[in-house]
Structures are given as structure tokens and as C-alpha cells.
């Protein structure tokens, strides 16, 4: 545990120090809040329509869950965070590993007394408190306007949930790249190329009316969508724990052979 704990505390501090995390963190928290900016000047507009409305949605679902969890841009809006999280997540572990492979670290790290678990998941749990960071500073967009307007606490509490699993699952998946690449350029393209093809599993099905099935079963996004809905099930929370688990157990393999092979 200590170990691990070394390692976590060593790539967050690796994190911290380079360039590449700070320029993510700006670049794309300045974008979802321009969002935010839009997504709210649409929802005050509309203001006046919607409360005539039975039933209309409000402020959680117009505002709080786009910006978080949107799978598709609505019109000139710019990304959420969703489809951010695709191409951030990638940049942010492709030198978890592949990194110290390329640079000749890995090996002493792994000569140095510390478990393949314990720098797999030490190096994991430090990316994921940088994402679980990068989240909480965009959920506190919506949630400072939270005493001015209702908000659905339930469903919002649930979107965040279904952000915070899929961060989680990109980011493990991310790690096991790093883990079998030979080079950070190549980790990042694998991991990316696996986190769409999650995302897009479903979309064949979906066209040809088949609404069950194994790959609406394999796609991410059918079990986000049912968070962002606010329906909290165990078996979407056993399919982000599987993804998780799986990765991350690959990774650890990956790093145990290397460390065999000396």
C-alpha cells in the first residue's frame, strides 16, 4: 500500500510539473464554460415559453446535464465534457507508462522493489484524481447558480456519477495502453481509437432498430445515458467495474511480464 502510494504521489507531481496538464485543464475548462455561457443564455431565453409549459424541462435538464454529459454538440455549441474526456484522457495517461518504457525508468521502478499492482495502480489513481478534479471544477459551473434556480439534485447527483465512472473507465483503459505501448504517441492513438469505438458500438444496432443486443450491451454510451437520465442501476455499475477491472488487471500483466523478462 505504501508503494503505491509512492507512486501515486510521484505521478501527480509529474503531473503537476509538466505543461501538458495545465494547458488541458485551461483549454478545455475555458471551453465548457463558454458553454455553460451559451447553454444558460439559451435556457434564459426560452425562460418565459418554458414555464408555460407543463411538464417543460429546467435548469438541471437545459443546463446542468449538456454540459456535462452530452454525447452530441447541440448545434454551434462547443463540446461537453463528455466528448472532451476523449481526446483529454488520452493525452493525460499516454506517459503513465509508455513514458517511463521510452525513457528506460520502467525498469528500475519495476527493479526497485515495487509491484507491477502497485505502479499500475498507483500511476491510475493519480490520473483519476486529476480527472475526478478536472470534473468537480466543472460541476461547480451549474451548481453557482443552484440558489437562484430549482435544480434536480437526484438527477444531477446521477450525471455526475456517470461522469465520474466513465473518467474512471477511460482512464483505466488508457493506462493499459501505456502499459503495452512502446511509445507515448502510440498509447495515446490506441487508447483513443478503443474509447470511440465504446462510445460507438451501439450506433450499427441502433441504425438497423435493434434496441437489446450484445453491442448496445458493450457500448459505453447505453450505459451513460441511463445515468444521465437519473436511473441509477446496478448493472450499468458492474459494466464501468468490469471495463475498470479488466483494463487495469491487463495492465498489471503487462508490467509483471516486463518485469519477468528483466
Request: glycine share 10%; hydrophobic share 60%; proline share 4%.
Amino acid at each position: 500500500m505504501s508503494s503505491m502510494g509512492s507512486v501515486a504521489r510521484l505521478e501527480l507531481r509529474r503531473l503537476l510539473v509538466r505543461p501538458l496538464a495545465w494547458v488541458l485543464a485551461a483549454l478545455t475548462l475555458a471551453q465548457l464554460a463558454w458553454r455553460f455561457v451559451l447553454l444558460l443564455g439559451n435556457f434564459l431565453d426560452n425562460q418565459v415559453k418554458l414555464a408555460g409549459t407543463p411538464g417543460a424541462p429546467g435548469y438541471t435538464d437545459l443546463v446542468g446535464i449538456p454540459l456535462l454529459g452530452s454525447t452530441l454538440t447541440m448545434g454551434i455549441l462547443p463540446f461537453g465534457l463528455t466528448e472532451l474526456a476523449l481526446l483529454v484522457v488520452p493525452l493525460l495517461t499516454m506517459s503513465t507508462l509508455a513514458g517511463d518504457r521510452a525513457n528506460g525508468t520502467l525498469p528500475l521502478l519495476a527493479s526497485s522493489g515495487t509491484s507491477p499492482a502497485a505502479i499500475v495502480l498507483g500511476k491510475y489513481f493519480a490520473v483519476l484524481l486529476w480527472l475526478l478534479g478536472w470534473l468537480a471544477l466543472t460541476v461547480a459551473m451549474p451548481l453557482s447558480l443552484a440558489h437562484g434556480t430549482h435544480m434536480d439534485s437526484g438527477k444531477l447527483a446521477a450525471t455526475v456519477l456517470g461522469l465520474a465512472l466513465t473518467l474512471a473507465a477511460l482512464g483505466a483503459i488508457g493506462v493499459a495502453c501505456s502499459a503495452f505501448a512502446s511509445l507515448p504517441a502510440v498509447a495515446a492513438t490506441a487508447s483513443l481509437t478503443l474509447g470511440l469505438a465504446l462510445f460507438t458500438a451501439n450506433l450499427a444496432a441502433q441504425k438497423a432498430g435493434v434496441g437489446n443486443g450484445v453491442w448496445n450491451w458493450l457500448s459505453l454510451s447505453t450505459h451513460l445515458e441511463a445515468l444521465l437520465r437519473g436511473l441509477v442501476s446496478s448493472a450499468d455499475l458492474v459494466w464501468f467495474a468490469l471495463v475498470i477491472v479488466i483494463a487495469l488487471a491487463l495492465a498489471i500483466r503487462r508490467v509483471a511480464t516486463d518485469k519477468e523478462r528483466g
